[in-house]
């Protein structure tokens, strides 16, 4: 330490409420325990968007296995009236992908 420093310049001044930060309160604690209820909270959400989705696609997996093949033309039936722009385009791919998987 120099002789023109004094021990005050070293201290930290209060924070709101006056409580000084140092080692002894705990705020790189604090910080770390934000940090893994912030890690918990997220896990929570991500295992909740998890389920969600898991749950979806057993109920479409049983909708399919009990469907039956005309009710599944129906359906896409029902799907191009709605939209056929959309099912042009699907065709046109599926058509292109076919073809170069064919093709000599």
């Known amino acids: ?8 310049e070293f201290v930290r001044p209060p924070q709101e409420g ?3 930060p140092g080692p002894a309160s705990g705020s790189a604690t604090d910080r ?3 940090a893994v209820a912030l890690a918990e909270a997220e896990l929570k959400r991500a295992k909740e968007a998890y389920d969600r989705v898991y749950d979806d696609a057993i109920r479409r997996i049983r909708e399919v296995r009990e469907a039956k093949v ?14 056929p722009g959309t099912s042009l385009f699907v065709a046109g791919l599926l058509g292109f992908f076919l073809g170069r998987l064919f093709r000599r």
């Open 1 to 8: 330490m120099n002789e023109n420093q004094s021990d005050n």
């Open 32 to 34: 770390a325990a934000g």
């Open 18 to 20: 006056g409580v000084c």
């Open 70 to 83: 005309g009710d599944l033309c129906d359906e896409v039936l029902e799907k191009v009236k709605r939209c």
